[in-house]
């Protein structure tokens, strides 16, 4: 055997298709210092299966990257898998966690398409975010009885996931953990957890204002009374058709929504007294491909970056006098057909309707202060822009690539040739 590196207390050899690696301690590997990257020792050897001897306490940051492990048992001498341990084991399929396992890092066990289940034993603290990202053949998972952190995205994309339990141990889950998992049908938090709940088998925050995770296989959501906020990425993935969000609602968090291609309608209910909504975040509804009708309410003070982006079904929407700001690719690639700009609006920021192939007619107010770097580039089927004296800033190709832009009606003195297409006849109405 030979040892990981010169001087390392861990030493491994390869034989009949099996990797015997044996010693004492944490399984540590040096760093390439051009690269940064760990040197695993046999990270370019064939083997199916491992063998562990001694006293080895953890399975070292990127042990078996790709490796092509089928089954693994992780003897009772390990406290720690690290970041990226079993990344990418395409043809795992069984892992067997061994007693003292008190932590699984982040990215552990992204990837590994076969893994049918985990069992974690009784000891697991902390699962890290990504660690069973896209194991889209995980249909059982059972969580340690002493279970404290579920991290940001660990099962995202666990497509064959039905039911998750929630421990009465747990007292942080970032996010929502369980985004695209369309399989799932139910969230269920044990009784006795003084972090969260479940309500219509959605996660909640223990006094039901906060919406964490939607299951993927929802097709219908019912809110408790007294929500407030729907956190970042909520109802990404899910099946669900048409919403009404409580007038209660004062954030609704960053990709909510997002790839929510069966949802058609959603409405806002009127705030009561005293509840307002300043914000949507950033790609809400982006990729939301069926998205039909969204009835925003007054209130709303900016429509964030990329909130409907993709919307492609989208035609028309009304968007309230309220809203000041209209963000990054807010609308890009969606539907529109017409829009017309609310009252109070003063900023549409760089690419906000790029790529409206669709839209015809944009009216704006007189309150436009500034108009974004290639905010309508690309919509090829708008004819006429009538652009108010309040603006005193366009940025660079604001309009290039409208095709069928005929005409422009400028309300001051501005160089044209820096936002609009050369065949755009430009009209100053203003002059004297």
């Not at 919406?211 to 906020?229: N, T």
């Not at 909520?234 to 009404?244: H, I, L, S």
């Not at 790029?354 to 919509?379: M, Q, W």
Request: net charge negative; glycine share 10%; with cysteine.
């Amino acid at each position: 055997m030979q040892p990981i590196y010169e001087g390392s207390t861990i030493s491994w050899e390869v034989a009949d298709d099996v990797i015997r690696i044996e010693g004492e301690g944490d399984m540590l590997f040096k760093v390439d210092e051009d690269t940064g990257a760990y040197i695993v020792p046999w990270a370019y050897e064939d083997f199916h299966y491992v063998e562990f001897a001694g006293n080895i306490t953890s399975i070292g940051p990127e042990a078996f990257h790709t490796s092509d492990l089928v089954t693994v048992t992780i003897p009772d001498s390990v406290t720690r898998i690290c970041a990226l341990g079993f990344c990418k084991c395409q043809s795992l399929e069984s892992v067997v966690f061994g007693r003292n396992v008190a932590v699984v890092e982040e990215y552990a066990f992204e990837d590994c398409i076969l893994l049918k289940e985990a069992v974690l034993d009784d000891k697991v603290r902390s699962i890290g975010y990504h660690a069973f990202e896209n194991c889209t053949s995980l249909e059982r998972f059972v969580p340690s009885p002493v279970l404290e952190e579920i991290g940001e995205n660990s099962f995202f994309g666990c497509t064959s996931l039905k039911t998750i339990k929630v421990p009465a141990s747990v007292k942080t889950i970032v996010n929502n953990p369980f985004e695209n998992c369309g399989s799932l049908s139910s969230i269920d938090v044990k009784k006795g957890n003084n972090a969260y709940s479940s309500v219509d088998g959605c996660l909640y925050n223990s006094s039901g204002t906060v919406l964490y995770a939607v299951p993927g296989d929802k097709k219908a959501v019912c809110f408790p009374e007294g929500v407030s906020a729907i956190g970042k990425g909520a109802f990404r993935g899910c099946k669900v058709v048409d919403v009404t969000i409580p007038g209660t609602v004062k954030v609704v968090g960053i990709a909510a929504f997002e790839d929510c291609t069966d949802l058609v309608s959603v409405t806002f209910e009127r705030p009561g007294d005293g509840i307002p909504m300043s914000v949507l975040e950033g790609d809400v509804f982006k990729g939301c491909t069926s998205l039909e009708t969204v009835v925003l309410r007054e209130g709303v003070l900016s429509i964030g970056s990329g909130t409907f982006g993709g919307c492609r079904s989208l035609k028309s929407m009304d968007v309230p006098d309220t809203v000041t700001t209209i963000g990054w690719n807010a609308f890009g690639g969606c539907g529109l057909v017409s829009v017309k700009m609310p009252e109070e609006l003063e900023t549409i920021e760089g690419h906000a309707f790029e790529g409206c192939a669709d839209l015809v007619t944009v009216v704006f107010d007189e309150n436009l202060l500034e108009i974004g770097t290639k905010a309508f580039k690309d919509c090829m089927s708008l004819t006429t822009v009538d652009i108010p004296e309040s603006v005193i800033e366009i940025g660079e190709g604001a309009f290039h690539g409208c095709q069928s832009l005929k005409k422009a009606i400028i309300h001051f003195d501005h160089d044209t040739d820096m936002f609009l297409p050369e065949h755009t006849e430009v009209e100053y109405p203003d002059e004297d």
